[in-house]
């Protein structure tokens, strides 16, 4: 057969033709030129990058007639014998089909024999991870201590299952997929040299679906060429299956939207179209990620290898979201795109990812749901010319500088109702009038005056309403100095933690030695009174002789650190500390909790535990 494929006709020939994988070239070619050559190298990398390659190109540097040199000549005899792939003291081994311990053995027989025409023997052993676990054992002496004349390339494509004991014996070559753009510099070359017509939009096509492979790219490249005379996008997209951008577009357009039957319609298009449903959900995800990385920076198209029609097209479709809803419906997609590769319905797979995705769209910022939070509440504490006022009020009588944005406080009030259907909380006092009117929360509890209540009933007088302002002005301030505040349905108060106390007593571990503070760092302390209690949970039990033997020094420094007497009572609970699904069960039982996910439509990601000493 005289015709030979594109990507056995290009592959390469010297180290100056690798295409993306410099570092590698100019380390082998300084360590021929520098006559440090390595008995064994280890190359990995994905397919189609140039393990094998390089491999053939070292021993040609190795054994050309001028080597060994960096600049094989190509040329005689040796040279061309490896290239046709006849040469003799070049001995390729596929992994995959030559793993056992007799095919090892049987090359440890044949090392030690001298290479017959060349200077070295070399050896490539490729897709090496397939070796079991005894032909890598046979192989490791050898490996290690190989005659002068040996030198051994192993090519993996799956550097994980390489052993350690194997991996350092060898030099490491990491090979890199090579980048879409060198892959079409490399492909614009070929085609004018083979004279095939192609547009450059198509070129684009190939190398990205390459996805890092030269050759990959060049297979490609040789089954169009049979397609058509001109190779057109088109013509890529049918032979590959892959999605119209313009698709991609509408299906993103349509989950950033909730359009939920676009979206339906859209899938049983491309069913119909007999489009591969697990290629176009990775495609998506690639668009996603496009749509998040063109929401972030400023230049897109300094990062995204795309058209300036793509970038134009992107830029619209992010004006539709945020990156909050963008980076959460990427992960949902991601997600999808596991379950579509490994669901025996696919279509019903990427279907549901999608609408899941959708519903994402209704999310609103927690800056907004706040702001709507305001100005419900607003109708409860005044308008908002009183909002100055009342804050004033509240730096003046607490010494409390109170921010624009801890000023405000929920309180999520039932309808009022009575009887059986009264709501469980009931309805707090401040609300409650003789006439079932709503008033302002009880400023006056904080010895703060409210604003003047706007409105009324029509008909009633000024002089009725100031008595009755001033006769429930004083059941307010009663009820407000005698009645307890209920658990929810008023605003909720942050208690003011001891900090005098806590400080204190990390002054105090800090004067004390070091392996002793440490374990005091991890006890629950109280004061009380005169003695101060000291609390060992679960593990920290250990540390209870350590500390008893250093309880007077413990006292000393504490009453010295509090300014009085104190005496030192340790506690020891042996109880096993509460794990990860515990503490989750109990913040889930917290009413507070419970009203927060409600109000917020939200959901627990994580739960970090407080530090007790912090309480």
Same mark, same amino acid.
């Given at each position: ?52 390659? !390089? ?52 090359? &440890? ?32 002496? !050898? ?122 319609? !859209? ?110 509440? &607003? ?228 739960? !970090? ?7």
């Amino acid at each position: 057969m005289s015709y030979l494929v594109l990507a056995r006709k290009w592959r390469p020939k010297g180290f100056d033709d690798l295409i993306g994988q410099e570092p590698i070239m100019h380390i082998l070619k300084n360590a021929i030129s520098q006559g440090r050559i390595a008995h064994a190298y280890l190359f990995s990398g994905p397919r189609g990058v140039g393990k094998t390659s !390089t491999a053939r190109i070292l021993a040609k540097a190795l054994n050309c007639k001028d080597g060994p040199t960096s600049d094989p000549c190509g040329t005689c005899e040796s040279c061309t014998a490896i290239t046709g792939g006849s040469a003799i003291d070049v001995i390729e081994i596929d992994g995959a089909s030559n793993n056992s311990v007799d095919d090892i053995r049987d090359l &440890r027989e044949k090392v030690k024999y001298s290479p017959s025409s060349g200077k070295f023997k070399v050896y490539i052993i490729d897709e090496v991870h397939m070796l079991s676990g005894s032909a890598f054992n046979a192989l490791l002496k !050898t490996l290690e201590e190989p005659p002068s004349h040996v030198v051994f390339v192993l090519a993996t494509t799956e550097m994980k299952k390489i052993p350690a004991t194997v991996l350092s014996r060898c030099q490491h070559m990491p090979f890199r997929r090579i980048s879409s753009s060198e892959i079409k510099t490399r492909l614009k070359l070929i085609i004018e040299s083979e004279g095939i017509s192609i547009s450059s939009s198509a070129l684009t096509l190939i190398a990205r679906a390459a996805d890092g492979s030269m050759r990959d790219s060049l297979t490609i490249l040789d089954q169009l060429s049979s397609f058509s005379s001109e190779i057109s996008e088109e013509n890529v997209k049918g032979l590959l299956g892959i999605a119209d951008i313009g698709m991609l577009a509408g299906i993103s357009k349509a989950v950033i939207k909730g359009d939920r039957e676009a979206i339906l319609d !859209t899938i049983s298009i491309l069913t119909e179209q007999g489009t591969d449903i697990k290629s176009f959900t990775k495609e998506l995800v690639q668009f996603f990620r496009n749509l998040l990385v063109a929401s972030i920076i400023k230049r897109p198209e300094d990062y995204l290898d795309l058209s300036d029609e793509e970038i134009s097209g992107v830029k619209d479709i992010i004006a539709l979201s945020s990156d909050n809803q963008l980076t959460l419906m990427l992960s949902e997609i991601m997600k999808a795109e596991t379950e579509v590769r490994n669901s025996s319905s696919p279509r019903l797979a990427l279907e549901m990812a999608l609408i899941r995705a959708s519903f994402l769209s209704s999310m609103k910022p927690i800056k907004e749901i706040i702001e709507n939070i305001d100005k419900y509440s &607003r109708q409860f504490t005044g308008t908002v010319s009183d909002a100055p006022v009342i804050k004033s009020q509240l730096e003046e009588k607490s010494n409390i500088s109170v921010g624009e944005d801890t000023k405000k406080y929920i309180s999520k009030t039932p309808s009022p109702s009575s009887g059986d259907n009264a709501p469980a909380f009931g309805t707090p006092s401040y609300l409650k009038r003789g006439k079932g009117e709503l008033i302002s929360p009880p400023l006056r509890a904080y010895g703060l005056e409210p604003t003047a209540h706007r409105g009324g009933d029509e008909g009633e007088g000024d002089a009725d309403t100031e008595e009755n302002e001033k006769e429930d002005t004083e059941e307010d301030v009663v009820e407000a100095e005698t009645t307890e505040t209920p658990a929810i349905s008023e605003p909720l108060e942050v208690p003011v933690k001891d900090t005098d106390i806590s400080s204190s007593w990390k002054r105090a571990i800090e004067k004390m030695e070091a392996p002793l503070a440490s374990k005091l760092s991890q006890a629950e302390f109280e004061l009380t009174g005169e003695e101060f209690l000291l609390t060992l949970n679960g593990g920290q039990a250990l540390f209870e002789d350590a500390i008893k033997k250093n309880l007077r020094s413990i006292e000393k420094v504490l009453s010295e650190e509090y300014g009085k007497t104190l005496s030192v009572k340790l506690v020891t609970i042996n109880k096993k500390s509460p794990g990860r699904k515990d503490i989750r069960e109990k913040v889930m039982k917290e009413p507070v909790i419970k009203e927060a996910l409600e109000l917020f439509e939200g959901r627990i990601v994580d739960i !970090t535990p407080n530090n007790v000493n912090e309480k």
